[in-house]
C-alpha cells in the first residue's frame, strides 16, 4: 500500500464504539471518520463524502491493544521450553548464549511475532531487545520489519553492563571456577552501551517513521552499573523518553537485593540514578513490597504486569489489587515468546482480573473495564503515547481493532467489557486499524502475505532449534546447581510471600 493510499479517507460505519467512559456494557452506535492517521469526527450517521466506508454492522469497535513488554529476539523459540524456574529458563533463552543470528532470521521473527500481535488485535507493542550483534543493520532490519507489519512500535534496545545471573548470590561457593564463570558471563561496558544506544537515536531520529518511536530499556537494576543507570536517566531526560526496567521479578531478586551490604531496595537504587519518575514502567514487580508500592505511587511510575511469563517461571503472583488501591496506574505485557509462547493480550486481561483472587476473596475494583483501560490507557501512558492512542476520541490516532459480535464468544451481547476480558480468545479480531491504515481486514493481515511468511518461517526453524538442542547440551551440567541454588534462595526469609499459601506454612 502506498502513503497516498495510506492517506486515504475510512468511514467505519454503523458499529457500537467502545467508550471507557461510557456504556461498557451496551456501547452506544456511532460511526468513525478517519482521515489520514487520525479519528476526524465520532458521531451518528456521519456522511461518508470519498471516504471509504468498512461495514461496522454488528460488531464492536474498541481502541487498539498495546503490549507494554515483549522481547522480539526469542520468537524462534516459541514452545521449546517448559518447567524452567526463571534464573534456569535465563540460561536457555539468553540471546548472549545463541550467538549472532541472520538479518534473514532477525526480519522473520519479527514479523511473526509482529502478525500474532495484529490478528490478536494489538496495535502498539514495546519491544525491549537484546541485540547480537549489537550493530545497525540488526536496528534497521527490526525497524522495518514492523514498518512491513504495519504494526506501531516503541523500539528499545536492552541494556546491561553487568552479566551475571541473578542467582549468582546464591550459587554454592564450592562449584568448580570454571561453572562459576559460566554462570557470570562477561561484563560489558557502560559507556558503550549508552553510545551504541545514543547513535542509534540520532541516526534514526526520535521518530524513524510516523509509527515508530523510541524507549530506553536497562535490563534490571542489578544488572546495570550507577554509571549505566544514570546514563539512561540523562537520555530519558534529554528526549522525554520512557524507561522500561525488569524489577522484583522474581523472589531471587528480592532475596539477593537484601543480601546486599547496605540492602539498598531496587527501586532506591533507581531512585539513586534518577530514574524514579512518571517516565518509568516497572516491569513485572512481583516482589514488590508495600514500602515499594507506595514508592511507585509517589513517582507516578507505572507497573507493566505480565501474568503470564510471571507463572509460566514461576515468579508468583503481582500484587495488582494493592498496586491498584495505591493508585499506581497499571499496563499489560505478554511478555517474550520463550516464557509466554502467545502474544495475546486478551489473556493477559483475563488473568490481571483473576488473579488477585488467589490471595483475597473479597470482591476488588481490578473488573474488565479496568483490564480494558490497562490494556489501552495503561499501555498508552506506559510507552509515552498517552492521550494519542488508548481511547477512540476525536483528533487521536486511529489505532482500533474491530471484533465480530457475531462469534460464538459474543453471542448473546451482555457486555462489551466482560465479553471482551472474560470470553474472547483473538477469534473475534475481523479489521484492524494502525494510524488509519487498515492492516487486518477479514482476520488476515493485507500487509503480508501470511502463508508465505509462515513458509519462511518453518524452513529456517529446524536451525535455531538445532541451536537451541546445542545451548541445551552445553547447559546440561548447570541446570541441577541453578535449581540446587534456587532451593537456597527460596529459603530466605522474607517478610511477605507472593507463593499462594507458602506463607502460611
Ligand atoms: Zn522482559
Keep these: 500500500m502506498t502513503d497516498a493510499a495510506q492517506a486515504t479517507r475510512i468511514l467505519i460505519r454503523g458499529g457500537r464504539v467502545y467508550d471507557h467512559d461510557g456504556d461498557v456494557h451496551q456501547p452506544a452506535l456511532a460511526d468513525i471518520l478517519v482521515d489520514g492517521e487520525r479519528i476526524e469526527r465520532i458521531g451518528p450517521n456521519l456522511p461518508a463524502g470519498d471516504a471509504q466506508v468498512i461495514d461496522a454492522a454488528g460488531k464492536l469497535v474498541v481502541p487498539g491493544f498495546i503490549n507494554a513488554h515483549y522481547h522480539s529476539h526469542d520468537v524462534m523459540a516459541k514452545g521449546l521450553f517448559e518447567e524452567m524456574p526463571f534464573d534456569i529458563w535465563t540460561l536457555h533463552s539468553n540471546p548472549a548464549n545463541y550467538g549472532p543470528r541472520a538479518l534473514e ?8 511475532g509482529a502478525a500474532e500481535m495484529l490478528r490478536n488485535g494489538i496495535t502498539t507493542v514495546q519491544d525491549f531487545l537484546t541485540l547480537v550483534p549489537q550493530d545497525e543493520a540488526m536496528v534497521d532490519t527490526v525497524l522495518s520489519a514492523y514498518e512491513e507489519a504495519g504494526i506501531r512500535v516503541v523500539f528499545a534496545v536492552a541494556a546491561r553492563d553487568r552479566a551475571a545471573l541473578d542467582i549468582a548470590p546464591f550459587i554454592p561457593k564450592e562449584l568448580p571456577e570454571a561453572v562459576r564463570k559460566r554462570i557470570a558471563g562477561s561484563d560489558r561496558k557502560a559507556a558503550d552501551e549508552l553510545g551504541f544506544i545514543a547513535a542509534q537515536i540520532k ?20 544488572r546495570c552499573s550507577q554509571e549505566l543507570l544514570e546514563g539512561i536517566a540523562e537520555l530519558s531526560r534529554r528526549h522525554g523518553l520512557p524507561v522500561f526496567t525488569h524489577v522484583y521479578e522474581t523472589r531471587i531478586q528480592a532475596a539477593a537485593a537484601r543480601q546486599q551490604p547496605s540492602a539498598p531496595s531496587l527501586l532506591d537504587v533507581l531512585a539513586r540514578a534518577g530514574l524514579m519518575n512518571e517516565r518509568i514502567n516497572i516491569v513485572h514487580g512481583v516482589w514488590l513490597t508495600p514500602r515499594d508500592i507506595a514508592q511507585i505511587a509517589e513517582a507516578k511510575a507505572r507497573v507493566v504486569h505480565n501474568p503470564i511469563s510471571n507463572l509460566k517461571l514461576k515468579s508468583g503472583v503481582a500484587p495488582i489489587a494493592e498496586l491498584h488501591r495505591a493508585g499506581v496506574d497499571i499496563a499489560l505485557g505478554c511478555d517474550n515468546y520463550s516464557c509466554a509462547e502467545t502474544q495475546n493480550i486478551f489473556i493477559a486481561m483475563r488473568m490481571l482480573c483473576l488473579l488477585p483472587a488467589v490471595t483475597d476473596p473479597e470482591p476488588h475494583l481490578v473488573n474488565a473495564a479496568y483490564a480494558l483501560k490497562a490494556a489501552t490507557l495503561g499501555g498508552a501512558r506506559a510507552v509515552g503515547l498517552g492521550g494519542q492512542i488508548g481511547a477512540l476520541k476525536t483528533g487521536t490516532l486511529a489505532d482500533l481493532t474491530i471484533l465480530d459480535l457475531n462469534e460464538p464468544t459474543f453471542v448473546p451481547f451482555n457486555s462489551a467489557a466482560r465479553q471482551v476480558v472474560f470470553s474472547e480468545t483473538g477469534r ?26 509462515a513458509e519462511a518461517v518453518q524452513a529456517i526453524a529446524p536451525e535455531f532449534r538445532a541451536d537451541a538442542e546445542k545451548l541445551a547440551g552445553r547447559n546440561a551440567d548447570l541446570t541441577d546447581h541453578l535449581l540446587n541454588a534456587n532451593r537456597e534462595a527460596w529459603k530466605v526469609p522474607l517478610e511477605f510471600e507472593r507463593y499462594v499459601g507458602r506463607g502460611a506454612k
Design 203 to 222: 541516526r534514526r531520529g526520535l521518530r524513524p517513521t510516523p509509527r515508530q518511536t523510541w524507549a530506553l530499556a536497562p535490563s534490571a537494576p542489578q
Design 428 to 453: 473475534a479480531v475481523e479489521t484492524v486499524l494502525v494510524g488509519g491504515r487498515p492492516v487486518v481486514r477479514g482476520g488476515k493481515l493485507t500487509t503480508v502475505d501470511e502463508a508465505a511468511l
Design 105 to 112: 532470521e532477525v526480519r522473520l521473527r519479527t514479523l511473526i
